[in-house]
């Protein structure tokens, strides 16, 4: 479907620290451990994690794999991180929210945007 577009929330409560979740979440190398679509991370620009950086993954979805590189267009670790396709086959971007709900809670909001076709994401 050329020029479809994709626009998909989810979120999670898990029982640690804003701090611990952030951290683990926003961690490239530990994406295939928890996103059940990536295969495979690879750095483009090296570590930390930071604004500007980009990172390589390779995801199979729908039986199909798909190799992109995301550019980091956001970060304020803790609390937010907005990712954006430098390379890949349809315009992405991936937004992570943490929020604290006590010393020991967090909730963890994803959302993936995106549009089949060229259409740049806005």
């Known amino acids: 479907m ?10 999670i409560v898990i029982d640690r620290p804003v701090a611990d979740v952030a951290d683990y ?3 490239p190398a530990n994406a295939p451990s928890w996103y059940v679509n990536i295969r495979s991370v690879e750095w483009r620009t090296d570590p930390p994690l930071r604004q500007g950086s980009k990172v390589a993954f390779v995801a199979h979805f729908f039986g199909r794999r798909l190799a992109y590189t995301y550019a980091m ?22 937004t992570y929210t943490w929020e604290a709900l006590g010393p020991s809670s967090t909730r963890m909001r994803l959302r993936n945007r995106g549009a089949r076709g060229g259409s740049r994401v806005s």
């Open 25 to 27: 979440a926003a961690n």
């Open 73 to 94: 267009i956001e970060y304020e670790p803790g609390r937010e991180l907005v990712m954006r396709t430098a390379d890949g086959p349809f315009p992405m971007e991936r």
């Open 2 to 11: 050329i020029g479809s577009s994709v626009d998909v929330q989810t979120e």
